[in-house]
């Protein structure tokens, strides 16, 4: 089964900076897809940013990017101008192949941003 | 407002009762997914239904029961369950196809509390 791994528990960023949330994983499977997820303290879920493992650019969703690098087996996120309602927990995720559906989840990371 | 309906948002039963979670989508998707999440944690995956057939079962206990009645809807019957079960479960839909694959549409949760 894939793994995903988050090593940072929590994050600091000021207001209008930009911060990097770190992933990596691992898998068997050549062809798999990545993926980021925000909880707000309200406990929703939200989709931000996709990349496939075949796809030859980095994802960009507005001001959220991943950093993929395929050798490394890790997959970034990076938000730029952060804003106050940023604030939230950032789960890395993976789906094995496409159209698995065995979306599993990193353990995450909360980022604070401060005003 | 989420496009995935979860009823209740709260349950409080005792260890002998009986109960139900629903959750509900109109989007379409032929793939619904039940995940469980204690506080501070990632979501873990419970089950995966795929056309109405049950594709997933990560080894939950059988106290916990899952449904797909229809293509929209999907329940989670709990009998006998454990103060350990307390957690906010969640309800989540995808695509079989299109832009993102296996990008996840969550419902808002039913927070469970076993006393």
């Known amino acids: 089964a894939q793994k995903i791994t988050q090593t940072q528990p929590g994050m600091f960023v000021q207001e209008k900076e930009a911060v990097t949330l770190d992933c990596t994983y691992d898998?068997?499977?050549?062809?798999?897809?990545l993926f980021w997820y925000k909880q707000p303290s309200s406990g929703e879920m939200i989709f931000l940013i996709y990349?496939?493992?075949?796809?030859?650019q980095n994802a960009t969703e507005g001001r959220y990017s991943l950093n993929f690098q395929k050798a490394r087996k890790s997959a970034n996120l990076v938000i730029s101008a952060s804003q106050l309602g940023d604030s939230a927990m950032y789960f890395c995720a993976m789906e094995s192949r496409p159209y698995n559906n065995d979306m599993r989840f990193g353990a995450g990371t909360r980022l604070t941003v401060k005003p | 407002d989420t496009e995935v309906t979860q009823t209740p948002k709260h349950l409080v039963m005792g260890m002998t009762n009986k109960k139900s979670l629903k959750c509900e989508q109109h989007?379409?998707?032929?793939?619904m997914y039940w995940y469980k999440q204690k506080a501070k944690k990632p979501p873990e995956l419970m089950f995966v239904y795929s056309y109405e057939k049950l594709s997933i079962n990560e080894s939950v206990p059988s106290r916990f029961s899952p449904e797909c009645p229809n293509s929209s809807l999907l329940n989670l019957h709990l009998h006998a369950l454990q103060p350990e079960d307390s957690a906010l479960y969640l309800c989540a839909s995808s695509q079989t196809s299109g832009r993102f694959p296996g990008e996840l549409f969550f419902g808002e949760g039913s927070r469970l509390t076993v006393l």
């Open positions: 989007m379409g998707h032929r793939a």
């Open positions: 990349q496939g493992s075949y796809d030859q």
């Open positions: 898998t068997s499977d050549p062809s798999y897809g």
